[in-house]
């Protein structure tokens, strides 16, 4: 695990979510972890390929979810994870993961990334590596987003 | 993919072996071969090819007025007209007369099978390309590799599961997908299945232990095998795309909801004497395709 792609998935989210009505964004504890990790109830996880190989999987409570969707959507209330608050964090992966392939880019790292592969659940555990991988936590308008990557 | 007849048209024998070159190890195959226009039509009638390609010069007739004799028996035939000269009044006169596509000799091999391709492709269903090309090959490579890696024979079946949500209750292995098309595909099974399974891969006696993460670590591994084939299979099969995988990633637990969101996907099952292995792949649909 390389500590030099930590700061591109910091700056994307830095960069997209105030686009998208985000107020304040702040980086939480940086941390390593080994093995599965507890989903906290939404986690998406995303391929890399190309030139920096591995999975980020973006870890966040369902009522966090539910926040970042309504807020997504124009402060709509979003009372249930449904099909539309889905969508929006599937959207919300999707952009923030683009933006960080970009800023890989720009250090010299072409990057592919795949389609994200939403999961929920009360109880069930990710694993990204076998390894020790990093985890950073941003704050998001109070609600945490929990980045997990193991890239190389 | 099935496979698609190819009858070539040309009067020097060198370019047709050229070109029969190279369409070997596609799912292109060479039904028949005319020197000449007069022949082009008999062997035309004879073979029914999927796709004709033309030479412009021919000894009798030209391959436009070859062309037009062979649309005027079956208006649906598909010419890719090849030719030393590709100016733009010859294909302006091609199209008039119904030829769908133009190439410049010496032939690239990528342009030419990217070219018959999309022939071949505009003309079916996008959902039946997909279909055949993308998922008829997964599920034979997956009843292979299940058999190679744990002498398990699969029933195998498949459906389309457009935007239809699942649960997967065991382990999962998830392994993205990038490039064109874009996607991720979810290897699944109950513990008891996926445990029994990575016994078999491993050839572990009833004596020996094995312990869960080492069940998930075998399963994992196997699912990294296949997809690793099958993409390497898709690529050969379709030249215009580069696929990769991601490494694998695991989920595990109880009624995990997965969700198909602007996916078009596809699952597909393994009946076997331990239960069920299944396996949900899924593409990225994007504005003009896959619909």
């Keep these: 695990m390389d500590v030099k792609f930590v700061n591109p998935f910091i700056n994307a989210i830095t960069t997209v979510l105030p686009q998208l009505g985000f107020l304040t964004i702040t980086r939480g504890k940086l941390s390593t972890r080994e093995k599965a990790m507890p989903s906290l109830g939404v986690t998406v996880l995303v391929g890399f390929t190309k030139s920096v190989r591995g999975n980020v999987a973006y870890n966040m409570t369902t009522e966090a979810a539910c926040k970042i969707a309504s807020t997504m959507m124009m402060g709509m209330p979003v009372a249930t994870f449904d099909e539309m608050a889905q969508s929006a964090i599937s959207e919300l992966s999707n952009m923030v993961t683009a933006n960080a392939a970009t800023n890989l880019a720009s250090m010299d790292f072409e990057v592919d990334i795949s389609t994200p592969s939403l999961t929920l659940g009360d109880n069930f555990s990710v694993k990204i590596s076998d390894i020790q991988y990093l985890v950073i936590e941003m704050d998001i308008d109070g609600n945490l987003i929990e980045i997990n990557m193991d890239l190389h | ?291």
């Design chain 2, 1 to 291: 993919m099935k496979e698609v007849r190819v009858l070539i048209v040309d009067d020097s024998k060198v370019s047709y072996m050229m070109l029969t070159k190279m369409l070997e190890k596609t799912n292109f195959k060479v039904c028949g071969y005319a020197k000449d226009s007069e022949e082009a039509v008999e062997k035309y009638q004879i073979h029914k090819p999927d796709i004709i390609t033309m030479d412009m010069n021919l000894p009798d007739r030209d391959g436009i007025e070859t062309s037009r004799h062979i649309l005027k028996l079956d208006p649906n035939a598909k010419i890719l007209m090849i030719s030393a000269m590709k100016d733009v009044s010859l294909m302006i006169k091609g199209r008039a007369a119904g030829i769908r596509s133009f190439l410049q000799k010496p032939v690239d091999p990528n342009e030419f099978i990217d070219t018959l391709l999309l022939l071949y492709q505009n003309e079916m269903n996008l959902h039946t390309i997909l279909e055949e090309s993308y998922i008829k090959p997964l599920v034979k490579i997956f009843q292979r590799e299940l058999f190679k890696l744990s002498g398990l024979q699969g029933k195998m079946m498949f459906e389309e599961t457009r935007d239809v949500d699942f649960d997967v209750t065991g382990t999962g292995v998830i392994i993205g997908l990038t490039g064109n098309p874009s996607g991720r595909m979810i290897i699944y099974a109950t513990d008891i299945t996926m445990i029994e399974f990575a016994r078999l891969v491993l050839n572990l006696s009833d004596e020996e232990d094995l312990s869960d993460e080492e069940a998930q670590d075998a399963f994992e591994e196997a699912a990294n095998i296949l997809m690793g084939n099958y993409i390497s299979k898709l690529n050969d099969l379709l030249k215009d795309n580069e696929i990769r995988i991601a490494p694998p990633g695991m989920i595990s637990g109880n009624k995990i909801r997965i969700l198909n969101t602007k996916l078009k996907s596809f699952k597909i099952t393994a009946k076997t004497r331990i239960g069920d292995l299944e396996m949900s792949i899924g593409f990225a649909r994007r504005q003009d395709e896959w619909m």
